[in-house]
């Protein structure tokens, strides 16, 4: 336990109010993860926590929560306490209309998954279990506390926290409160696009996120958060290249090929993995079903409404939406030019459009042979120049005596295709070309 947080019960302790650990960082003790935040519950109401934490944060004060900046570099910047409460109805699917102080009893039935609500008691080095969080722990079962119901429509969020959970820790959903999101998969447009997005990115980056996408298919949620997936379902592939089944299919296997790839992964290569074939049922319908032509296009299309839609930010959208449009070009660089070959090897973010090319191949026929030329090239490039460096700039052509005009960006990229190429290495071997072949 971090000192922050022994201090912080030690204080409370010293006042004469009891306190735990709880939540989250219990469960992945019990489970042997790494655990990061602590939150502590306590029996001390607002006041007394705002009197003990005089630099507290008390936006959520009038919910019995106070928030303790911390401020260690590299750790959690603030310590969340709450004092023990019940909750009333909830009218805007996010937060009670009004809480009542309580005892521990009492707040864990409020909360959201059994296996969230264990509290660890420091002074016994016991945990309280009230809602039989242990015993599905040990099943390996996410299960709403009492009415899974009445809980998603207390906060719609806890439907995509049941996947991501399951996805997280390799359990499975209980019958009951998988029928419970079925149901209710609709409420999930309640919450704000940044939470929504904020889970499905977890999801994404996280362990099992095919799991999680299928679980999200089944459930009905996907076609909620993002419906442009669902066309995706059974529209049919050539079984030469795409053995393992239609759109859907294929994307989900690309997902999980990227995640078995590269444990560590960006948000933006984990949502091009997902939707990097979005554009393909638009294709499909618009060609009569005689091929995907023009996908890339129409996806990178897609892709950039619905990063925007879920409110990402403008670089995230454009490097998810790039990735998207180019992963169909390694097709095509054996019969590439030296320079452009050169350009799209050394374009930014190339690591991340190898990693989904390579993720896309295994996920299809396995040809790897696009992704190993292009992976070779890639490390071949780190001792050439790229195209940012520039032999001949516009001020060396005004010295030569050329005119500003369309002339200047023809001379200029002749110049750069010339030292992609390897044929000019030096300024001066750049001038005396240009002047050889474009002073008349």
Known sequence: MPDYARHALKRLDEAGHVAYIVGGSVRDFLLGREYKDHDIATSAEPDELCRLFPDSVTVGRAFG??????????????????????????????????????????DAARRDFTINAFYYDPKTQRILDSVGGMADLRAGIIRAIGEPEKRFRED???????????????????ENTAKAISAGARLVSRVSAERIRDELTLMLTGRAPAGACEDLMSLGLMAQVIPETVAMKGIKQSSLYHPEGDVWRHTVKVVDCLAAQNTARSMELSWAALLHDVGKPVAYSRNVGK???????????????????????????TVIAGLVGNHLKFKDVFNMREATLSRFVMQDGFDMLLALHRADAAASDGNMVYHEFCAGRFCEMGTRPSAAEKLVTGEDLLQLGFSPGPVFTDILKWVEDMMLEGKLKTKDQALEQVVKNFVK
Do not use: W
């Open 65 to 106: 929560v106070i928030k303790v900046p911390l401020g260690i570099a590299g750790e959690a910047e603030f310590l969340e306490i709450a004092t023990f409460r019940k909750d009333s109805d909830y009218k805007d699917g996010r937060h009670p209309s009004k809480v009542q102080f309580c005892g521990p009893a009492e």
């Open 156 to 174: 719609a969020l806890r439907l995509l926290r049941a996947v991501r959970f399951s996805a997280a820790l390799g359990f499975r959903i209980d």
């Open 291 to 317: 091929n995907f032509n023009g996908h890339e296009k129409d996806g990178m299309k897609l892709a950039g409404q619905i990063a925007d839609r879920l409110r990402m930010s403008r670089e995230q959208s």
